[in-house]
């Protein structure tokens, strides 16, 4: 997953990938896909994925707003 060298402790975090954030950003379909793609190896290397989510009144957690885009 990393280029770097000597970095056991690699991790790969996600933030605010909610769909409410991310409904109107530039080429939202291709950063999603690029994002799902990142976790996919991720997740075959065996790294750690952190998803680090905003939740307010409007972002409600588990909700279509609040919710993750990638799974």
Do not use: C, F, K, Y
């Not at 080429?27 to 680090?52: F, K, M, S, T, Y």
């Amino acid at each position: 997953m990393t280029t770097l060298e000597n970095r056991p402790n690699t991790a790969l975090l996600v933030v605010d990938v909610q769909n409410a954030v991310v409904e109107a950003a530039h080429e939202r379909d291709a950063v999603v896909a690029n994002i799902a793609g990142l976790v996919d190896q991720a997740r075959r290397e065996r790294v750690p994925v952190v998803w680090v989510q905003h939740s307010d009144d409007e972002l409600v957690r588990g909700s279509d707003a609040g919710g993750s885009s990638p799974s």
